[in-house]
């Protein structure tokens, strides 16, 4: 298990230095440039290019990558053209929000998803079943942005029942142990922040979540259906076993294994997911920040967090590895 | 084993959903629209978090909006109007020759952190800005100095200009004398930029030595800059706190400040950078008030009870012609032909909000230098194609940009402007040729003279008509593509003039010519609008932009 671990993780170095020459190569091609971002419009060329000149864009694309690659080396991701602050520091500051908000969404999908699916092939067929297919088509198909708006209107407009932005009442005071404001409520014990947060976590959360419960009702529709068929579970029905032990110790646990799979590649995705999400609910997280650093063409940012993000996505992928070979004794063994 | 399922989960899905829906259908709005407590705190969205808590280092327009609570200038613009005023200076003149201003400051006013302004603590913020060094000098930190006093004692860079300051001196301890190199019409306006907030003589001794680390293309702020408890203004509010978790920025009152006291205890500024969100933040409570109003949303607002002021205007939208880019858009009678062929008129009464108007040059009437005897180019779509018969371009094909993801409040609906605009030129034979972009696209495509026609504007900084065409006319620009040298040359004689009866009359003139030529068409002035919830006693509004908090107050 160690020489997986560490094979995965030197994997790491040659992926991330492809990603970071793709990024060099988009970022140089994207039309226009910060000294049109950070300006105001009546900027004359030559404060143009002054900028460009003490940003250090105005040097060739190799010695600008190379000075990225001399600073990645000594832990230094830059700094944010637009705030002037480290962006590693940016980006410690945001993704606890991030965080907060995709474990909900990826909290809500799972706990609604996989029984939903469960029930939805055990009664095949039924209304329930062609509800959650349905559903979960429409899960797929609907905007983000379209389901937020949906969901704000009815919930923060309407009933008035829960925030429609932000992460926190404004002016609300809180003990910042770890930036995960459930968690540090948790810790501190101060139940009204913990609270407070939940109520702005709901509507984001469930609008993240559209797609992967989807996905998942899908995924383990399918899977259920598929093990349900197979001779180890016919024997072990014909053995005896109580119903329950079936579900659990035979169907379940075997078709659990592409959910899981899929759990950890769609964690993955609900970063690109919460881009938008983050900025439709103005919850400041690392999605709404990387999408103002492309309206201003904050460089460092892009690179910065686009790498961090990749590097998270390989540490995910690799716990869900692990906890793949921890269900499935076979994998453990090869 | 499946045949005997429950009911249970089925009828709890089907319960909930029933809930959701009776709960929707018979929903009121639960949002409180009574009074509120004075210590509520005031929650203002704007449309980005602020840069940094130094004005000076940003041409940020949402840092300045912080800015304005905290710091002032030596002069201002009237509260709900664009006439300078006094600030902390409760005078102020100017030599003959326009080099030397003379400030009388206020007597009694305070910074937040105890020390007292006088003469000295002005100069001494002068005085800092022209000797800064390093990363400072990136046009980036330091915009507006570049722009209004030059560069700096000693320049770093070839790109950056010389310096117009040259001395600030206090004769007396609340007479300041700033001291620049010749006039430029630029003063008084630039003594009002939100960029040049006075800070307390304590501020200043914290902040001596704080550079702008890093290399080149890697420098990271101060922390002053990024942390509320250094940096002391004079201003309605105090800086409590920078959340940069929250985006969030909030604001105390100062109980002893020289003016009236601001009428929130408590005001929070945050981030909201959509514009629909910013609408349901309201429209839910979230929020008491957000600025940057999409013209479609100010009827659904007012009737929702929510109010709507709108500024009076203070920009321009026009549709450049660059001569280079189409060597038709070189004649005189194509330009003028197009000019007639647009209902601007149209555009103001179905794209803009209440009280927007039709350009007749390029700048508003609200600025001294607007002239009434400049020729105006009445829509008539006969006679633009009788013109462009006679030039010989009756089967003219013409590039048209535009931008497609932003609105800026000059240009509320870029598309569609152009598609009104379009389809009248099309009307007269024109064949218009789309050519879309994003911002971050459409600047450098427009400022480097590839779009044929393309749509831009402007909205003032401060209440000087070269602020306007100063900056479009004052010499050759790619962005237009024509030459005039006699034009330019006036114009610079036009700013340099410190006499202002004379200065007024040279702009007057210098309308009148740019209109004769018509190096694009002046379309309108559309008046931004900002909301507030039902239970907030609104400040003025001000065309700059430039409201202070400090007048509004809860119901």
Redesign the interface.
């Known amino acids: 298990m160690l020489r997986f671990i560490v094979r995965r993780l030197l994997q790491l170095i040659p992926t991330l230095g492809g990603l970071s020459i793709l990024l060099f190569v988009w970022l140089q091609r994207?039309?226009?440039?910060p000294e049109?971002?950070?300006?105001?419009?009546?900027?004359t060329?030559?404060?143009?290019?002054?900028?460009r000149?003490?940003?250090?864009?105005d040097e060739p694309v190799m010695v600008?990558y190379l000075?990225f690659l001399r600073?990645i080396a000594q832990g230094?991701l830059?700094?944010s053209?637009?705030?002037?602050?480290?962006v590693t520091e940016e980006f410690l500051?945001?993704f606890?929000?991030t965080v907060e908000l995709s474990v909900t969404a990826m909290l809500i999908a799972v706990t609604a998803g996989i029984?939903l699916g469960y029930?939805a092939?055990?009664?095949?067929g039924?209304?329930?079943d062609v509800?959650a297919v349905g559903g979960s088509l429409l899960g797929i198909c609907t905007p983000v942005f379209f389901l937020a708006?949906i969901l704000?209107?009815?919930f923060?407009?309407?009933?008035?029942?829960l925030?429609?932005?932000?992460?926190?009442?404004?002016?609300t005071n809180r003990t910042?142990l770890s930036?995960l404001v459930v968690l540090d409520g948790l810790r501190t014990g101060e139940f009204d922040v913990v609270w407070n947060a939940l109520l702005h976590l709901a509507l984001p959360g469930v609008a993240l979540a559209s797609i992967p419960l989807a996905v998942i009702v899908r995924m383990t529709r399918a899977s259920v259906l598929e093990v349900?068929g197979e001779d180890y579970v016919r024997t072990a029905?014909a053995k005896g076993l109580h119903?329950n032990t079936?579900?659990t110790r035979h169907v379940m646990r075997n078709a659990l294994l592409p959910v899981v799979t899929s759990v950890g590649l769609l964690t993955g995705a609900l970063f690109s997911g919460a881009v938008l999400t983050e900025?439709?609910?103005?919850f400041?997280g690392i999605g709404?920040f990387i999408?103002?650093a492309t309206?201003?063409?904050d460089y460092?940012v892009l690179t910065g967090f686009i790498l961090l993000i990749a590097t998270m996505y390989v540490f995910i992928n690799l716990l869900v590895d692990i906890s793949y070979s921890l269900l499935d004794p076979r994998v453990r063994a090869q | 084993?499946?045949a005997k399922?429950s009911r249970k989960?089925?009828a709890l899905?089907a319960a909930a959903a029933a809930l959701t829906l009776v709960?929707?259908a018979c929903?009121?709005?639960?949002?409180d629209d009574g009074g509120s407590d004075a210590s509520e705190?005031f929650?203002f969205?704007s449309a980005?978090?602020i840069?940094?808590l130094d004005p000076f280092?940003t041409?940020d327009g949402e840092t300045f909006r912080y800015s304005r609570q905290v710091f002032e200038t030596l002069l201002e613009h009237e509260s709900g109007g664009s006439e300078i005023v006094g600030g902390l200076a409760e005078e102020w003149e100017q030599s003959e020759d326009g080099t030397e201003w003379t400030f009388h400051l206020r007597e009694g006013v305070l910074f937040h952190d105890g020390d007292e302004l006088d003469a000295e603590a002005v100069c001494a913020n002068f005085e800092r800005w022209y000797n800064l060094s390093g990363?400072y000098?990136?046009?980036?930190?330091s915009?507006y100095w570049?722009?209004i006093f030059g560069g700096f004692a000693e320049n770093e860079?070839e790109?950056?200009?010389e310096p117009k300051f040259v001395s600030c001196e206090a004769p007396e301890e609340l007479t300041a004398v700033i001291t620049i190199d010749e006039y430029s019409s630029v003063f008084p306006g630039g003594f009002s930029l939100a960029a040049f907030g006075i800070m307390s003589p304590s501020t200043l001794e914290a902040v001596a030595d704080a550079e702008?680390s890093?290399?080149?293309?890697?420098?990271?702020?101060p922390e002053y800059?990024?942390k509320a408890g250094t940096v002391a203004g004079t201003g309605p509010f105090t800086v409590q706190e920078w959340d940069?978790?929250?985006?969030?920025v909030?604001l105390e009152r100062f109980d002893d400040y020289w003016g009236d006291p601001a009428g929130f205890e408590?005001m929070?500024l945050?981030?909201?950078?959509?514009e629909?969100?910013r609408r349901?933040?309201l429209?839910?409570?979230?929020?008491h008030g957000y600025d940057l109003v999409a013209p479609a949303d100010v009827d659904p607002l007012t009737e929702a009870d929510f109010q709507v002021p709108t500024r009076d205007v203070f920009n321009i939208l026009y549709m450049a012609y660059q001569q280079e880019a189409n060597e038709a858009l070189a004649d005189l009678e194509v330009r003028q032909a197009l000019a007639h062929a647009v209902d601007r008129q149209r555009i103001v009464d179905t794209i803009l909000p209440e009280g927007g108007e039709v350009a007749t040059q390029f700048h508003p009437d609200t600025l001294d230098g607007w002239s009434p005897d400049v020729k105006t180019y009445e829509y008539d779509p006969e006679l633009a194609k009788e013109m462009l018969a006679d030039a010989g371009q009756e089967d003219l094909t013409l590039e048209f940009c535009y931008p497609t993801d932003v609105t800026r409040p000059y240009m509320p609906a870029p598309r569609d402007i152009f598609d009104v605009i379009a389809s009248d030129l099309e009307a007269v034979g024109v064949t218009v040729e789309p050519v879309t972009?994003?911002?971050?696209?459409?600047?450098?495509?427009t400022?480097s003279g590839e779009c044929p026609l393309y749509l831009?504007g402007?909205t003032g900084d401060y209440n000087d008509a070269y602020n306007f065409i100063g900056?479009w006319f004052s010499g050759y620009n790619?962005e237009f593509g024509f030459r005039d040298e006699d034009l330019f040359a006036a114009m610079e004689e036009a700013s340099g003039n410190p006499n202002d009866e004379e200065r007024v009359a040279a702009y007057q003139d210098l309308n009148e010519q740019i209109m004769d030529i018509l190096p694009g068409l002046p379309i309108s002035s559309s008046p931004p609008s900002i909301a507030f919830a039902p239970n907030v006693n609104p400040p003025n509004v001000s065309p700059l932009t430039q409201e202070n908090f400090a007048e509004a107050s809860w119901k």
């Open positions: 994207l039309p226009g440039g049109y971002a950070l300006l105001p419009d009546d900027a060329a030559e404060q143009r290019a002054e900028l000149r003490s940003l250090g864009l600008q000075a600073r230094d830059g700094t053209l637009t705030t002037g602050r480290a500051t945001r606890p929000a029984p029930l092939a055990r009664r095949r039924s209304v329930l509800a708006f704000k209107v009815v923060a407009e309407k009933l008035g029942i925030p429609s932005a932000f992460r926190l009442s404004p002016g910042d930036g349900v029905n119903r079936v579900r900025s439709v609910f103005a400041p709404s999408y103002e309206q201003t063409r460092p | 084993m499946f399922s989960p089925l899905l709960a929707t929903a009121e709005s639960t949002r705190p929650v969205a980005g978090d840069k940094t280092l041409s990363g000098q990136s046009s980036n930190n915009y570049q722009s860079s790109d950056i200009p702008i890093g290399e080149e293309g890697n420098y990271t702020l800059t990024q940069h978790d929250q985006a969030a909030t408590t929070i945050r981030a909201i950078p959509d629909t969100a349901q933040a429209e839910a409570g979230d929020i972009y994003e911002w971050t696209e459409y600047i450098p495509k400022n831009l402007w900056t790619s």
